[in-house]
């Protein structure tokens, strides 16, 4: 099966906000959030796309608790299961300033130890949603953007064909990547909207 999957974060794109069409959402069989966003953007997406939208927090969401995006789905610490597709959300950054969503690195341990089971259940995951990178892989050197050493080690562990994050903007520095590859996982970098196909071959169509 091919999904045609449209990811976004850290900043509303014009593209869509700004100059909407709604033959730019046409093809697209999926959305996915990797936080940082407004609310309304989301909901916006979700009223005229007609798919699932599916988010995760990111640091600077604490308005999501007041104000959550109608119509989407956050999958903060579950794995939801789209025509087959096993989707891993893990929100959230690195602990800077004791801000919502922000944890340390033996939180955010913690909060993989709760889903080992759910992990189990379902046989692996085969995309990872998260906020922050994972340690190592176009990560930055400040604590505000290092990334979780404990989602490197789920990489290892699992292998799921895609890693998708935020958090890292792209117009940070020339040494951050759009796509990257880390062992068997196609990584990608969300900042602010991709467009990409991805194929399962064992999901359902």
Same mark, same amino acid.
């Given at each position: 099966?091919?999904?045609?999957?449209?990811?976004?974060?850290?900043?509303?794109?014009?593209? *869509?906000?700004? @100059?909407?069409?709604?033959?730019? %959402?046409?093809?697209?069989?999926?959305?996915? !959030?990797?936080?940082?966003? &407004?609310?309304?953007?989301? !909901?916006?997406?979700?009223?005229?796309?007609?798919?699932?939208?599916?988010? #995760?927090?990111?640091? =600077?969401?604490?308005? *999501?608790?007041?104000?959550? /995006?109608?119509?989407?789905?956050?999958?903060?610490?579950?794995?939801?299961?789209?025509?087959?597709?096993?989707? %891993?959300?893990?929100?959230?950054?690195?602990?800077? +300033?004791? !801000?919502?969503?922000?944890?340390?690195?033996?939180?955010?341990?913690?909060?993989?130890?709760?889903?080992?089971?759910?992990?189990?259940?379902?046989?692996?995951?085969?995309?990872?949603?998260?906020? !922050? /990178?994972?340690?190592?892989? +176009?990560?930055?050197?400040?604590?505000?953007?290092?990334?979780?050493?404990? %989602?490197?080690? %789920?990489?290892?562990?699992?292998?799921?064909?895609?890693?998708?994050?935020?958090? #890292? =903007?792209? +117009?940070?520095?020339?040494?951050?990547?759009?796509?990257?590859?880390?062992?068997?996982?196609?990584?990608? +970098? &969300? *900042?602010?909207?991709?467009?990409?196909?991805?194929? @399962? /071959?064992?999901?359902?169509?």
């Amino acid at each position: 099966m091919k999904l045609r999957i449209l990811t976004i974060a850290d900043v509303e794109s014009k593209y *869509y906000w700004d @100059f909407f069409e709604k033959s730019k %959402l046409e093809g697209i069989d999926l959305i996915i !959030s990797c936080g940082d966003l &407004a609310p309304q953007y989301l !909901s916006f997406l979700a009223t005229y796309a007609k798919v699932p939208v599916l988010y #995760v927090h990111g640091n =600077h969401d604490g308005c *999501y608790d007041e104000t959550p /995006p109608d119509g989407c789905e956050c999958i903060d610490d579950m794995i939801y299961v789209y025509r087959g597709v096993r989707i %891993l959300g893990l929100g959230g950054s690195m602990c800077y +300033n004791f !801000s919502p969503y922000q944890y340390t690195e033996s939180q955010m341990k913690r909060r993989i130890r709760k889903l080992f089971l759910k992990i189990k259940m379902k046989k692996g995951f085969d995309i990872l949603v998260t906020h !922050s /990178p994972a340690m190592g892989i +176009n990560d930055g050197e400040d604590l505000p953007h290092r990334g979780f050493a404990c %989602l490197t080690e %789920l990489l290892i562990k699992y292998s799921p064909k895609f890693f998708m994050h935020g958090h #890292v =903007h792209l +117009n940070y520095g020339r040494n951050f990547k759009r796509e990257d590859t880390y062992m068997d996982t196609r990584v990608i +970098n &969300a *900042y602010e909207r991709y467009v990409f196909e991805a194929e @399962f /071959p064992d999901a359902e169509g």
